[in-house]
């Protein structure tokens, strides 16, 4: 077990990505829910970044920030889910808080950059996603690297 703890290779990739799934979507389905059971206190302080109306503004955070982080944290479609939140922080950051300092605009810049790997890892194997799909879609891309490997010349 000391020598897995010094070593630079991961100790299950896998739940790195649980956690991160779990911690990540977690977060945002706090934020959303608070959104959600707030709808119309927010409502009132809730901007129109994008021009397409406040009240449809917050709905789509709400849905980007509660129901696609539900999905997040079950591992199911968490890349296609993760695409919204992005969106949400990019306007966010961008747009809403386009003027403002750094100091106040970090958070949805920390937010938005903290998608990235939750996108390139995917569900990972404890997922909903490995259960509806299975070992199959895992091990497809592996398969087929190494019959093109050994099909090479």
């Given at each position: 077990?000391?020598?897995?703890?010094?070593?630079?290779?991961?100790?299950?990739?896998?739940?790195?990505?649980?956690?991160?799934?779990?911690?990540?979507?977690?977060?945002?389905?706090?934020?959303?829910?608070?959104?959600?059971?707030?709808?119309?206190?927010?409502?009132?302080?809730?901007?129109?970044?994008?021009?397409?109306?406040?009240?449809?503004?917050?709905?789509?955070?709400?849905?980007?920030?509660?129901?696609?982080?539900?999905?997040?944290v079950a591992?199911?479609?968490?890349?296609?889910?993760?695409?919204?939140?992005?969106?949400?922080?990019?306007?966010?950051?961008?747009?809403?808080?386009?003027?403002?300092?750094?100091?106040?605009?970090?958070?949805?810049?920390?937010?938005?950059?903290?998608?990235?790997?939750?996108?390139?890892?995917?569900?990972?194997?404890?997922s909903v996603?490995?259960?509806?799909?299975?070992?199959?879609?895992?091990?497809?891309?592996?398969?087929?690297?190494?019959?093109?490997?050994?099909?090479?010349?």
């Amino acid at each position: 077990m000391a020598n897995r703890i010094i070593q630079y290779s991961p100790l299950d990739c896998n739940i790195g990505t649980l956690l991160l799934r779990l911690i990540f979507g977690g977060m945002f389905a706090y934020f959303g829910y608070q959104k959600l059971v707030n709808y119309d206190d927010i409502l009132k302080i809730f901007g129109d970044p994008i021009g397409i109306g406040t009240a449809l503004s917050l709905q789509l955070v709400i849905f980007a920030e509660f129901f696609c982080a539900i999905f997040i944290v079950a591992g199911f479609l968490t890349r296609l889910s993760v695409i919204p939140i992005f969106i949400t922080m990019v306007v966010a950051y961008f747009v809403a808080h386009g003027k403002d300092s750094f100091q106040v605009s970090h958070s949805a810049f920390s937010y938005m950059v903290f998608c990235l790997p939750v996108f390139v890892l995917g569900s990972g194997k404890y997922s909903v996603d490995y259960l509806l799909f299975g070992r199959k879609q895992a091990v497809l891309p592996r398969e087929k690297a190494r019959s093109t490997v050994q099909r090479q010349p």
